[in-house]
């Protein structure tokens, strides 16, 4: 089950949400991601899903009544005035009745009257402040109730919706967040009659939130806009010819008019038409792809020169762009060791530095001899107001999130957080050869004969035997061989898993594959030293001759490999089925570290186990083609798919798809985990220091309850805004194209 929560910028109040759901019943666990608003609930036996969705309203609204709570991004919940305003001044939306976005409700027009009545009651009460210190300065003695009550009208319309909602958070057993400590630390001021200063920690918070707000909604703005690949409207051609259409519309079977310059909205055929795609919203690159009629193409690019005419072969929900929109907006579902760290961190800290204010205010007048209350009094409701860790908790999902993004851009989809932290401690790579380091395309470059076989019987019985395989190397054969197969007379067809096929045609037995094909069935081999792919061709357990493949090196393979050493990556690794004269040339030639070739799927989970069994500093990772290896793409700590665009299989496989055919990708997600970490540690000390400083300064009594604010939200908003840089990080690959 899961649910949206649009509005929440509350960290705090996210980490108890989460908290509360995953005790809820028959609930196995929540996940609440703070950086796109979703709740994801691990459903237990019994679950009752309408029962849970109506305690999950209830439960926010008691926390964060201004949060509109719907099943889906795509509606909206009407609003029912209630009678109980949220922190930001807005009735909150009650979940009776969910109508359509085209009934007039909309949470965003609800989110508009917040800010701006907000907006309001802030300017009214900093002139309010202002005003009080005019009337301090004017006004004689006699006339100081006047301006009292000017800064107490400041504070109750700055501050008004703090307090009540800590009122009503303590009712509901929730004590520990910013509403109580700036409701205690305010309420201490005025006991202390510092009435300007109890109005003013009251509307630099609100100040603060404003901008914090403002500023969470900005980085998650940028971040859709980076990943935004979905069109918005389509051309349709029905019986009353081209209408634009709501892209969401779209269905299987349309025919849609792309014009130059449009998004494509839906995967499809092309019926009529040439021209170039855009394929940079997909793959990070912008180099044009020639489209022409039977071409199929996908949603998310960008149409160039020409208008096309297109067949929908899968519609809006189900196409690429939305797959992979879904795919990383659930990646921020999946969270990092460092944000459970600091979830689990914010429960323990916020209660300590309380006690802590408890114990500074009662302690040292009691053990100090002339230490007065009240300054102690004081000291300890700074250290109230500095205590929130909204900062911390804040910023690292969204510095997840924003490396998520970051990447995407560059054509790599990461499926979570935790695979960020996996390719920042990787260590170790292993990979398979062909479509990985090798462009997968082979060419037989020799057919070798066996005595008493002519090279055109050779070579039919080659087509023959690879005639029904989807593996490069028998594609290549029967490329090459360009014989007429009857399939007629193909019978009793089989793949043997790491060494080749077996086919029945008329009475003879033809089987195609590499040497250990053909030794448990007892044909007889010469020993055979050619540098290349080696298929041999058996005709009735007898030795038809061979055929030499050759396949390429990837353009940027070995200038990949270099990189990924420069990032700290310890050892290549290179498993192939191929024999392991042509892996060992491979190896050599991209000075990989180890090879192990003549590996059969049970031989490469064997090697990886030992591989990364012999890795205990760090991680292990996995690069392949998504489809094939699926047991060691399971084994490793992270798998890798390479050229994964369009292909369903691969994106299911894999925790890291790269969507296009290029080893360069694997350094750029090295490098923006490296990156994307090495802003979320810049943030925890920014965050921490910012609040140590102030605390320690407010324990040798020069702390100011401004300067706490500043620890408290002016924190937040440096962590946010330096977690933005994310999105516009330019790695060092740059450098290298």
């Known amino acids: 089950m899961k649910v949206f929560l649009e509005g929440l910028n509350c960290a705090n109040c996210a980490g108890k949400i989460e908290k509360m759901v995953g005790k809820m019943p028959n609930v196995r666990a929540a996940s609440l991601s703070l950086a796109t608003g979703s709740l994801v609930i691990d459903e237990g036996d019994g679950f009752a899903q309408e029962e849970t969705y109506d305690a999950i309203v209830k439960l926010v609204h008691s926390l964060e009544p201004h949060v509109v709570v719907s099943q889906s991004r795509k509606q909206a919940i009407a609003v029912e005035p ?3 305003e949220g922190q930001h001044g807005h009735d909150h939306p009650h979940h009776q009745s969910e109508v359509s976005q085209s009934s007039g409700h909309s949470h965003v027009g609800a989110l508009g009257d917040m800010d701006k009545r907000q907006k309001l009651e802030l300017i009214t009460a900093i002139g309010l402040f202002i005003l009080g210190f005019v009337f301090q300065t004017l006004l004689p003695i006699n006339l100081e109730m006047v301006t009292i009550g000017v800064f107490l009208g400041a504070y109750l319309l700055a501050g008004y919706r703090v307090i009540l909602l800590a009122f009503r958070n303590i009712g509901h057993g929730q004590i520990f967040d910013e509403n109580f400590l700036m409701t205690i630390a305010t309420f201490g001021a005025l006991v202390l009659t510092e009435w300007p200063e109890a109005a003013g920690v009251m509307i630099f918070f609100g100040i603060g939130e404003y901008f914090q707000d403002r500023a969470v909604d900005n980085a998650r703005r940028s971040i859709a806009e980076t990943i935004s690949f979905n069109a918005i ?29 449009e998004k494509i909205p839906a995967d499809g055929v ?6 170039h795609l855009d394929t940079s919203p997909l793959t990070g690159e912008s180099y044009p792809r020639k489209v022409e009629k039977g071409d199929e193409i996908l949603s998310g690019m960008i149409n160039g020169n020409a208008v096309l005419k297109v067949l929908v072969t899968k519609d809006y929900e189900n196409s690429t762009a939305m797959k992979i929109m879904h795919l990383i907006e659930e990646a921020s579902d999946k969270k990092g060791k460092t944000e459970k760290f600091i979830t689990k961190f914010s429960h323990y800290y916020t209660p300590i530095v309380v006690f802590s204010a408890i114990a500074m205010a009662i302690i040292p007048p009691l053990l100090i001899p002339g230490a007065s209350w009240e300054t102690w009094f004081y000291q300890s409701l700074i250290f ?5 860790p909204c900062a911390l ?3 690292i999902p969204i510095s997840y999130f924003g490396g998520i993004g970051r990447a995407s851009k560059e054509g790599v989809l990461i499926k979570g957080g935790n695979y960020l932290d996996v390719l920042y401690q990787s260590n170790v790579f292993v990979f398979d050869k062909t479509g990985t380091l090798t462009q997968g395309e082979f060419k037989v470059i020799k057919t070798a004969p066996a005595a008493g076989f002519t090279e055109a019987e050779l070579l039919a019985a080659a087509a023959a035997g690879e005639h029904y395989s989807n593996h490069p190397i028998g594609k290549a054969i029967t490329a ?11 019978k009793n067809y089989a793949e043997i898993p790491g060494k080749g096929t077996r086919v029945e045609v008329d009475d003879q037995v033809i089987l195609a594959g590499n040497k250990s094909l053909l030794t448990d069935h007892q044909v007889d081999l010469a020993e055979n030293n050619e540098a290349g792919t080696i298929v041999y061709i058996a005709i009735d357990n007898q030795l038809a001759g061979y055929l030499v493949l050759g396949d390429m090196v990837k353009e940027n393979a070995f200038a990949a490999l270099q990189q990924l050493k420069k990032l700290g990556v310890k050892k290549t690794v290179m498993l192939s089925g191929d024999n392991s004269q042509v892996a060992n040339q491979i190896g050599k030639q991209l000075q990989l570290d180890e090879v192990v070739g003549d590996c059969l799927p049970q031989d490469k989970v064997a ?25 060691v793409l399971a084994m490793a700590d992270a798998g890798i798919a390479m050229g994964a665009l369009g292909s369903d299989a691969a994106i299911e496989a894999a925790d890291i798809i790269l969507m296009k055919d290029d080893p360069m990708d694997i350094v750029k997600s090295v490098d923006i985990a490296k990156y994307t970490r090495r802003i979320m540690i810049q943030n925890i000390v920014l965050a921490l220091g910012i609040k140590i400083t102030v605390l320690t300064m407010t324990f040798f009594g020069m702390g100011e309850m401004y300067l706490a604010i500043f620890a408290d939200v002016g924190a937040a908003i440096l962590t946010i805004l330096n977690t933005t840089r994310i999105l516009r990080y330019r790695g060092f690959w740059q450098k290298i194209k």
């Open 82 to 84: 209630c009678g109980c």
């Open 233 to 261: 409207t389509a051309n349709r051609i029905g019986p009353e010819g081209e209408r634009l259409i709501d892209a969401k519309q779209v269905k299987v079977g349309d025919v849609l008019v792309i014009k130059p310059g």
């Open 270 to 275: 092309i019926l009529q038409g040439v021209s």
């Open 384 to 388: 109230l107001v500095v205590s929130c």
């Open 393 to 395: 908790v804040l910023s």
């Open 480 to 490: 090459y061989a360009q014989q007429d197969v009857n399939e007629t007379q193909l």
């Open 607 to 631: 090697a990886f186990e030992r591989i990364k069994a012999d890795n205990k500093d760090g991680k292990t990772i996995f690069v392949g083609d998504g489809m094939n290896d699926a047991p």
